[in-house]
């Protein structure tokens, strides 16, 4: 009677470890989950810093930081004399005999360059304020003087339409006629990214 025992025990026994192992086999026979698109994609980048900056070569001469594509530029109240920002006297921009300035001992700045646009260290790109991408007929002059100062006429088919007053302003460049009364219509912030 005990060995009969034993014997069904056993056989009890054999019976659930081939079912286990049996059931183990099929699950991993299971063939995998079929790859599905995704809707979205989250995660976490350390923060980094995006700024825009206003360089004359080595010299900057502003700097502000950029979010969800605005900014703003602090300009400086004087502009610090460097290497690529020496003021030089108005009367060297607007020459001839046709052109009236009111102060012609007033000093002048001008940069049309574009803004770069930076993210830490590193340049990304420009921005430009133009009414078409590349060819930029129209364009922003940023023109820094250090007295009230007027500049009108014109000499060499340039025409000059300018109120500037101490410290920084905005003069628009279309073709060939530079002014500080009308920002021409259809301007925008253009970014071009740095190759």
Not at 64 to 69: F, K, R
Not at 116 to 125: D, K, S, W
Request: hydrophobic fraction near 40%.
């Amino acid at each position: 009677m005990k060995r009969t025992v034993f014997f069904l025990s056993a056989m009890a026994l054999g019976l659930l470890v081939s079912a286990s192992v049996s059931a183990q086999a099929k699950k991993a026979a299971a063939p995998a989950p079929a790859p599905k698109a995704i809707t979205s994609l989250t995660g976490k980048i350390p923060s980094a810093t995006l700024s825009v900056k206003l360089r004359a070569g080595e010299t900057e001469v502003a700097t502000g930081s950029l979010s969800n594509g605005s900014f703003t530029l602090a300009l400086p109240a004087t502009l610090k004399p460097g290497p690529d920002t020496f003021l030089d006297p108005i009367t060297s921009w607007a020459k001839g005999e046709e052109v009236k300035i009111s102060a012609p001992t007033a000093k002048f700045w001008r940069y049309m360059a574009p803004l770069q646009v930076y993210l830490g260290e590193t340049l990304l790109g420009s921005a430009s304020y133009t009414d078409s991408g590349e060819e930029m007929e129209t364009s922003l002059y940023l023109v820094y003087v250090d007295k009230d100062v007027t500049v009108k006429g014109s000499v060499e088919g340039c025409a000059y339409d300018l109120t500037l007053k101490k410290g920084w302003n905005k003069a628009y460049q279309k073709g060939s006629a530079l002014n500080t009364t009308t920002e021409p219509k259809g301007l925008k912030w253009v970014f071009t990214v740095n190759n």
